[in-house]
């Protein structure tokens, strides 16, 4: 393990300790929804984190396809694998956010069958590269479907904004301003860095695990 | 609206059991592809045994 | 030889074999004739539900046999071995997923012809109101389908599962294509004018740029050895 993933990893620890202080210590319970509310401070940052996560993809992809350099190739692979996590925590909490709130664990509203969309579409990324055994071929390949992946993102995520839908209107990333009190903000912040934190230790190490998975394997 | 505890345990603990469970694939993987490169390391310098030591004893009925 | 032409020529090609042999095109349409069976056992007693799924339906049907075209796109190259032909084509390889997104583009088309009349006859519903406005969403919506679907047939050619990683990986892709275009199929065959549902094409025309850019830009990778 190298020193600056040790310390990512020990920064992230005490980030998501940081997290859960705010989250139950310091932020106050909701007015409508009680402190069912809470769960929004794994909720929210796991999305963001995906989408730091799938961004860093479309990047890295673009970087391979340029120069063939096997580093962004291995970036992209982890960061897609650790941005699925990630994605799966946003679902499943949000349907268990949704149970007692909504009355239902599940309903097809747009915001909900998009990120499952995205969910399943980096799952395919990820079966493309398991089912490819030439490895530069499936360097290649997984760039291209990286691409268009990351490209097809935004055009998923407006289909929230044009259909009728039960969830909220997206709290950061929506127009207008955010309809939220800086002490719920505050809390959702540190759990943010936290996991992006987090991201970057599990991302850092899925890394040097592939690279040395190919010494092992050459 | 009732506070509903129990669903923000549930989220929590599924968060941790997802993100602990990858940790500890990670580590894992670590795990074996140190021992694998052990293994190799070891098979490339040790010199290969020569066949004269004796075999192992024969039983006797 | 122009960009143009080398484009003109593979689209030429794939066109001519498809007439000679109409293996996918009759195909395409038995299947066709089948999902409208299928439509009828689980909708077709019910007109009320049957008209408003109408849109949907339709695009499941296209969807569906798009699915079994594409697979096939490169078949030819690949059964015969023609695939260093491909390889060996000078110049930028782009021009070949042009010519291949229009020789699919045109056979989908036909298809979804061939289904819209089916369709009108079988469940006696009028489709021919505004034809003009219905031919720009369903050529919008499957331009995208046939720019994203070329360039996955293309990587998947070669894999051992690619029956079922080039479904998986094209139709959660689609969902933005899918989603407008049924859209705007409603709006269409609902008498509204496509300035209603502006946003709608709006999303399926970025989508479709966005799609053949990347192809376009990205073909020359899949394509190598």
Known sequence: MTSRERALGWLAGLGLTAGLVMAFGVAPREATQGNVQRIMYLHVPAI????????VVLVASVIYLWGRAAGADRLAHASAEVGVVFTGINIATGAIWGKPTWGTWWTWDARLTS????????????????MIEDRERAARFAAVLGIIAALDIPLVHFSVLWWRTLHQPPTLLGPGPTPMDPAFVLALMVNLVAFVLLYGYFTAKRVRLLRQEEEVFA | MPDNWSFVLAAYGLAALVLGGYWRRLLRLERELVALERRRGAARDEPRPTPTSPGPPIPRR | MTYARRTWIVLWKDLLSERRSKETLNALFFFALLLLFLFQFALGADRERLTAALPGLLWLGFILSGLVGLGRAFLAEREND?????????????????GKVAGNLILMLLVEAILLVLFAVFFDVDLGAH??????????????????????AAMTAHVRAREVLFPVLLLPVQVPVLLGAVKATEAVLLGEPLGAVGHWLGLLAAADTIYLTVGVLTFDAVLEA
């Open chain 1, 48 to 55: 963001l984190v995906a989408y730091l996560a799938f961004g």
């Open chain 1, 115 to 130: 990120v499952s969309i995205m969910f399943v579409i980096y799952l395919g990324y990820l079966l493309l590269r398991a």
């Open chain 3, 82 to 98: 023609c695939w260093e032909g491909l390889l060996l084509v000078p110049g930028d390889k782009s021009a070949i997923y042009l």
């Open chain 3, 131 to 152: 034809p003009i406005r219905l031919i720009v969403v369903i050529g919008l919506g499957t331009l995208g389908f046939a720019a994203v679907g070329t360039l996955f």
